[in-house]
């Protein structure tokens, strides 16, 4: 147990966390760093003919630089923490000193991340996330394990002994065969494979008709007769080896728990490994995804979106809370580890909606055959008859896949065309709604409903075509009635 003395203390962060505060310097300093080359500027014009303009260089840089590092250990100085009773005590600023508390019922969530680099000095960052205002989160870079493990067992208040172990029961770990598996019918394989051919088919363009020997030259030498189809075999093993080196990146060692306070555990990460801490009343919505060779296969993904305070840009707007699952594994995990239930008698949209779906398609395709045959050479033009045809069929999937569901508590949604998504939104969880009728629709008695749910700064959108209006309209009214009593 910890007693008060060590709870009191001043921490301050490990030594290399430095660099981490000389490129937030670095970041913030980008409004006025446009005054940096005016000075070496006016430098070059006044001596420039007494002194190299190499010396000016090489001495404004390593001037610069200087002034960076010394800002930063001018921070990391400054930086103290005291992890007190259910709360957490922080003292920043070189000049100003600011200072924060936090008690532990702001928190929202604690992250923490290893990178690259953290490997070389046993350290992490943990980012502990708070609830709303300006300054979302606290960052503390360069800590130890044992030191996460302190802060999250005291502003928690887990069990020491108990760290780690929780959700064995009900946990999920992804094997190697999974992830072998993973990576394979992800749309990684896919992409490398089309950069890969690209690639081979510039190549290919830039050296037709030079009189030297080029790579294809040197594999028909190599490979023999049938170097082409060798050579088609090996980029779809590389494509396969490439991507599932990313997906060993992503998802290595992926593991879903839950703690001992029911909140959901992901950790995930080959060079940079993350563990991740999200309470189930922070999530609005469940996203499950069926790409058409993991739908075809029985596998599906699980993504989750979640309020963040985050004011960072580049956070998405959904986590991925399983990215590879047997499809019949889906519904008890989601009920598991969220409290979502996936509602399975979905009504789909009756036959005369067939014509709004398959209709407007359609017509897009026939109005691009008409450009398409003009300009594309003969006998090449009968090839564009396909964009009709195309148009038609993701007409056709899109009537056929869409579905719905409002329960007493949850919201189902089912569309796609290629890939089918399935959306779980609990009641309360969306932030707008909004019920749209065109004269078509409403001479068929048919609408369409859009609406968001709230993550970070922006919103998930969700959208339902062409369905009865009243089946429309009893979506619009229960989340309308739900607000009320919210």
């Given amino acids: 147990m910890m ?81 007190q009773e259910k709360g957490i005590y922080i003292e920043t600023g070189v000049f100003v000193t600011k200072k924060r508390w936090v008690t532990s019922d702001r ?15 046993s350290t992490r960052t943990l980012t502990i996330e708070l609830a709303g205002g300006k300054e979302s989160s606290i960052i503390l870079s360069c800590i130890s394990k044992e030191e996460e493990q302190r802060i999250r067992q005291v502003l928690y208040e887990y069990n020491k002994d108990k ?33 890969l051919c690209l690639g081979l088919l510039k190549y290919w363009d830039i050296t037709k008709g030079e009189d030297r020997d080029t790579l294809f030259t040197y594999l028909a030498s190599w490979l023999g007769s ?26 290595y060692h992926f593991k879903l728990d839950k703690n001992e306070r029911g909140e959901i555990e992901i ?29 075809l296969l029985g ?17 998405k707007k959904t986590i991925s809370l399983i990215p590879f699952v047997k499809k019949d594994r889906v519904q008890s995990l989601i009920e598991i580890f969220t409290g979502y239930e996936r509602s399975n008698n979905l009504h789909t949209p009756p036959k005369k909606a067939r014509i709004s779906y ?44 869409t579905g719905w569901n409002q ?40 609408a369409s409903i859009n609406m968001a749910v709230t993550s970070g700064k922006e919103k998930v959108k969700v959208s339902l075509h062409h369905i009865p209006y009243e089946e429309a309209m009893h979506i619009y009214q229960c989340t309308l009635k739900k607000k009320e009593e919210t």
């Fill in 163 to 195: 760290l780690g172990e929780s959700g064995k029961e009900s946990g999920l770990q992804l094997s190697n065969k999974d992830l072998i598996v993973h990576s394979l019918l992800s749309p990684k394989f896919g992409i490398v494979f089309t950069f």
């Fill in 299 to 315: 596998y599906a993904s699980i993504e989750a979106v979640v309020i963040q305070n985050s004011q960072d840009e580049q956070v």
């Fill in 107 to 121: 928190i929202q969530s604690l992250d923490s991340t290893v990178r690259v680099y953290d490997h070389l000095f």
């Fill in 358 to 401: 398959v209709g407007p398609l359609f017509l897009i395709g026939c109005l691009l055959l008409i450009p398409s045959w003009m300009y594309i050479p003969e006998p090449y033009h009968y090839f564009s008859l396909i964009i009709p045809i195309l148009s038609l069929w993701l007409g056709w999937r899109e009537y056929r896949t």
């Fill in 226 to 251: 049938n170097w082409i189809f060798t050579t088609v075999t090996l980029m779809i093993l590389l494509s396969f080896a490439l991507s599932l080196f990313l997906t060993y990146v992503s998802d």
């Fill in 407 to 446: 329960s007493e508590r949850f919201l189902t949604l089912q569309y796609g065309v290629f890939f089918r998504n399935t959306a779980i939104i609990k009641r309360g969880r969306i932030q707008w709604i909004a019920l749209r009728q065109t004269w078509l629709q409403e001479r068929k008695h048919l």
């Fill in 3 to 83: 007693n008060k003395s060590d709870k009191l203390t001043i921490h301050r962060l490990h030594p290399i966390s430095i660099l981490y505060f000389m490129v937030a310097a670095i970041k913030e300093s980008l409004s006025f760093i446009w005054v940096f080359p005016l000075i070496v500027l006016f430098v070059h014009e006044k001596i420039g003919d007494q002194i190299s303009t190499l010396i000016i260089n090489v001495t404004a840089g390593s001037l610069i630089i200087l002034l960076f590092l010394v800002v930063a250990g001018l921070k990391w100085q400054a930086f103290t923490y005291q992890i």
């Fill in 267 to 295: 950790q995930q990460g080959l060079f940079e490994k993350k563990h991740r801490t999200i309470a189930q009343h922070r999530i609005q919505a469940i996203f499950i995804t069926e790409r058409p060779l993991q739908r």
